[in-house]
């Protein structure tokens, strides 16, 4: 009965919406993360209401920001919805690629959206892409396998300690890794992790007159930090492991700690996914003591290329998947632990949500990233794992792909940095900074 009546409610929607104007099929792009896979499942409610049908384009996170990427600057049209982020959006939204979200719904209420992540995703205070989910980064642990290390995790641990336990907690024999990080290239993949990473090591891209630090001592320490812990404490062939790689790994019980996306905290203690689900532990990301922490601050958000010829309909589908009514949806289906998290404040006031053991670490690694001061010796940018000019995705995929031949051991630290402060400083004087 409760899908009859559903489906009629469904059919009435429509003929109503139908009266005003006419149903569309948008097609959306869209990473291979698991809300996002999750809110195709849930993608009939939206057609129910609205009489829009939506076509997906679901792509690995490399692959989706090149398409994206052609797509948007050759205004190819192929989509009328797509997932970008905080890099892109200031930056597309500037140049007129992006069409405005400034007339949304009073209930929609976009004043709900943390400040955080409405400001990582406008240009001059306007609105250009919605976030769907927000995170920052955190360590996920094994508390079982920390107890039997004899090692107790600190809420906001050294990455000293975090070696040591890496150690401690590994297991060859049984397929066990201390530790669990991303180093496949991309600068959205592990070249994400290494530049947070790198930021508690006093490390930064540029000096304040746009000239590459790779050639400092604080990138040098990062690398053979990273390099000699992972060599210890890591998987093999860690150099092509990604976000979904590693999730893999953790919820097969492969990992004793994995720093990643703080929205991970959902799929690893989730029993029907993960084989470790009763026994995850979180904790801010590490510090080397210089007063900055190694997490990011990122949103996956949904923004309309301008020139849509559907933008009414993409709009609704941007209002339906962000609002506080999705939230409650999946909240219903999947349980409170499952919901986007990261994007309203509304979610972090809600009892329900704040008895799932990881919302206050997620709040709180969100909190504590600082866009406009992520170096410890002063930048001359915006952005935590990334610089917010236009070149640096070029770069910084370049720069990562070296880092990741270090990891596969085809090439040394000493050489890897050498290239990549050839790479960087070459590409911006080509661009007039200096």
Known sequence: MKRTYGALLGACATVAFA????????????????DMIRMQGLTDDFTA??????EWVTLEENVLRQRVTTDISTKGGAFDIMTIGMYETPIWGANGWLVPLDDLSEEYDVDDILPAMAGGLSHDGTLYAAP?????SMIMYRTDLMEKAGLEMPEAPTWSFIREAAAAMTDRENDINGIC??????????????TAMSNSFGARWFDMDW???????????????YVGMMNESGPAGYATNGFNENLSLFQQGKCGMWIDATVAASFVTNPNDSTVADSVGFALAPDTGL??????LWAWALAIPA?????DAAKQFIEWATSKDYIELVAENEGWANVPPGARTSLYENPNYMEVP???????????????????EESPYVGVQFAAIPEFAGIATEVSQEFSAVYAGQQSIDEALEKAQAITNDAMEAAGYR
């Open 211 to 225: 000239n590459a630090q790779f050639d400092t001592q604080p990138w040098k320490d990062t690398l053979e930090f």
């Open 49 to 54: 209401k609205t009489g829009h049908e939506v």
């Open 307 to 311: 020139g849509s010829q559907k933008e």
């Open 19 to 34: 009266s005003a104007a006419y149903a569309e099929t948008i097609t959306i792009a869209t990473v291979n993360n698991g």
């Open 358 to 376: 990881f919302a206050q670490m997620t709040l709180d690694s969100i909190l504590s990233a600082d866009p406009n001061n992520s170096t410890v």
């Open 132 to 136: 769907f989910y927000g995170e920052s």
């Open 291 to 296: 007063g900055k922490r190694s997490n990011w």
């Open 181 to 194: 990080l991303r180093g496949k290239a991309g600068w959205g993949e592990g070249g994400a992790f290494i």
